[in-house]
Nanobody, 130 residues
Framework: QVQLVESGGGLVQAGGSLRLSCAAS????????MGWFRQAPGKEREFVAA????????YYADSVKGRFTVSRDNAKKTVALQMNSLKPEDTAVYHC???????????????????????WGQGTLVTVAS
């Protein structure tokens, strides 16, 4: 069992930056791919970014590529999402998630669907004002 707690959300002006953090406890972390998803009001949850278990490979949704950066610190059991050049359409609750598999091979890419992730945090709200 892995518990995940996100932090770092808030209100920011368009063009600004925020750094989200996700702290893990309770179970294997360093052996799991980690993902970030977001859910905007009235919309379904969507994939944002993923990072493989050793931090060697990352994958981003087209909508955030070049603006967001995902990273992890396995020693501290944290994963971060640095968000730059924020847009109003980035407004959402952001969730981190832990892979249901251990040591998933990234040979064929990283998962971007919810069913690949077993453990989820409660989310942190990001609001981008225009």
């Amino acid at each position: 069992q892995v518990q995940l707690v996100e932090s770092g959300g808030g209100l920011v002006q368009a063009g600004g930056s925020l750094r989200l953090s996700c702290a893990a406890s309770g179970g294997p972390f360093s052996s799991r791919t980690m993902g970030w998803f977001r859910q905007a009001p009235g919309k379904e949850r969507e994939f944002v970014a993923a990072i493989d278990w050793n931090g060697g490979q990352t994958y981003y949704a087209d909508s955030v590529k070049g603006r967001f950066t995902v990273s992890r610190d396995n020693a501290k059991k944290t994963v971060a999402l640095q968000m730059n050049s924020l847009k109003p359409e980035d407004t959402a609750v952001y969730h981190c998630a832990a892979d249901k598999l251990l040591y998933r091979s990234s040979r064929y890419g990283l998962p971007d669907t919810e069913d690949a992730y077993r453990y989820w945090g409660q989310g942190t709200l990001v609001t981008v004002a225009s």
